[in-house]
């Protein structure tokens, strides 16, 4: 019998939004994808019989501005309330950190130091942690870039004070500069899951079962650990 996700294929390949911006989920190096997100892409496509299409995106934002646009059949994004009104998320695969990194002469020495009047802070336009910023920060002024790559160049460059993002990817663009800090503690926790278009889509419940399968089997902890 046919799987009920087979109903996502057009064409015998499944297209999976990769978002690249996210190194806690994905690795992209030289071309070669690698981490959680692709490897659960990889296992969908299998388990459908079909060849698997990455689409390759920068950031999350643009993953969710595609989710109309027939641009990707399923996707990789943070569980957010307002996302949902637009699209379908299956049970969280995996929890991820997101932070601030900091000039290493500035003044900040947590988390809570950064929302005060006067401080401007840089984050990926339409990331979950700039959605948690847009509703939580109460002082400090909000600026938005493209993808994190984006707003980490721009935070090089000397725009802003403070810049957000998921650990993983700012220990990869600022751990070996002194030039700059991370923050050591949490500006937010944000559940990662696999995406479907379409708020009430009829085959969440069975991706959401695939989810499930692949946390159970441990396929989800092994590809985290790289």
């Known amino acids: 019998m046919e799987h009920p996700l087979n109903a996502l294929v057009t064409g015998g390949t499944l297209r999976a939004a990769i978002n ?26 299998d388990h459908l019989g079909v060849e698997l299409e990455p689409v390759i995106y920068a ?6 501005a595609d989710a109309h646009a027939d641009k990707w059949d399923v996707a990789f994004l943070a569980i957010d309330e307002m996302r949902a009104k637009e699209i379908s998320f299956t049970q969280a695969y995996h929890t991820i950190e997101a932070t601030y990194a900091v000039r290493a002469d500035a003044t900040f020495a947590s988390v809570s130091d950064i929302d005060r009047a006067g401080v401007r802070v840089l984050a990926s336009t339409g990331s979950a942690y700039d959605m948690y910023l847009q509703a939580g920060l109460k ?9 994190p790559p984006e707003s980490f160049a721009e935070f090089q460059a000397g725009r802003c004070d403070a ?28 559940s990662q899951a696999m995406v479907l278009p379409m708020p009430d889509n009829p085959l969440i419940g069975a991706l959401d079962a ?17």
């Not at 950031?59 to 969710?64: H, Q």
């Not at 002082?139 to 993808?147: D, I, K």
């Open 20 to 45: 690249t911006g996210n190194k806690a989920l994905v690795q992209y190096d030289g071309g070669q994808l690698s981490g959680v997100s692709p490897a659960l892409a990889q296992r969908l496509a």
């Open 139 to 147: 002082s400090a002024a909000l600026e938005h870039s493209g993808t």
């Open 163 to 190: 810049v957000a993002g998921v650990r993983a990817s700012l220990i990869g663009s600022f751990g070996d500069d002194p030039a700059f800090r991370i923050l050591p503690d949490v500006l937010a926790r944000v």
């Open 59 to 64: 950031g999350a934002g643009k993953v969710f």
């Open 210 to 226: 695939f989810v499930a399968e692949a946390i159970a089997e441990g396929f989800v902890a092994k590809h985290l650990d790289f």
